[in-house]
C-alpha cells in the first residue's frame, strides 16, 4: 500500500508541473551526459536517440559505447562539449559541481542529478522523463521497481555489511548514501553508519573493530585473497565464515550505480542477507 501512495506521489509531482523545462529547446532534445547512471536511466527510459554524447564511463546499455566522448567522469572536454552545441548536459553531483558551473557561465542548460536514496532515485527517474518528454515510460519503470522490492521481515536479523568502494586509500559508504539505502533495503545494516561524508575513508583497524558479517568490495581489481591476507583482519567474522563478494560474484553496477537496475542489486543482496542466517 505504501509503495502505491508514493507511487501515485510522485507522479502527482511529475504531471502537475505547467511548463516544460526544456520549452526553448529543440522539439526532440540534444543531450550530452557525464555521468554513467544517468546516462543508463534515459536509455531505460527510451531516450537513448536523443544523446549526442556521454563520457568514457558510460558503458550501460551498449548502444553508449558508440556514443561521442566528451572525456572522463572526473576530466571532461569543455571545448568540445560547446562545440557539439547540446540543448540540455546531465550531470552529477559531488566532484561534478565545478564542471556544471563553468558549463552554466557558458550559457548551457545543465540539469544536475545526485540521488541519494532509493527514493531520490525514483524522483530522478520521473524528472528526467519529463525533461525529455518520457513520462510514461518513466512511471512504468518506477511502478516495476516498487512492485519489485522484496519484502524485509521486520524482526529478521540483519547482517552487518562493510562495503568497499575503494582501496588506496580505504573507503566505504556511510548509512546515509545511496549505496547505504542500498543495503539497507536489501536487509542489512552498514557497518559504518555515520561518515562525515556519504562515501569517506576509514582505517583498516576500524573495520577489524566493528567486525562485519558479510564484505562486499566493489574494486573490479581486489580478490578475495587480497582481502583475507590483509594484516589484522583474519579474525572478521565475514573472512572466517567466507562471506566476501568481488565483481567476480556480483555485477557491483548493480549496487553502485543508481539506476533502474538497483532492484537487481537489491534482490541479490537480499538474498545474500538472507541466506545467510538461514545456514
Known sequence: MKKNIFLIFLLVIVFNCSKREFENAAQKPNLII???EIAEIVCAIGGEKNIIAVTNECDYPEILKSKEKVGSF????IEKIVSLQPNMVFSSGLEQQIIKERLIKLGLKVHQFYPE??????KTILKIGNLIEKEKNASEIIKNFLNNLPSIQENRK???VYIEIYNKPIMTASAESFVGDIIEKSGGTNLFQNLP?????????SVVEKNPDIILITCPKI???EIKNRLGWQNISAIKS???????DIDMDLIVRAGPRSINGIKILSKIFRDFYEK
Not at 74 to 77: C, D, F, K, P
Not at 197 to 202: E, F, H, M, N, S
Open 197 to 205: 561524508r556519504d562515501y569517506c575513508r576509514v582505517s583498516a583497524e
Open 158 to 160: 540483519k547482517p552487518k
Open 34 to 36: 557525464l555521468s554513467p
Open 242 to 248: 567466507g562471506q566476501i563478494y568481488t565483481s567476480k
Open 223 to 225: 580478490s578475495k585473497s
Open 117 to 122: 536514496n532509493i527514493d531520490d532515485l525514483l
Open 74 to 77: 572526473s576530466s571532461q572536454n
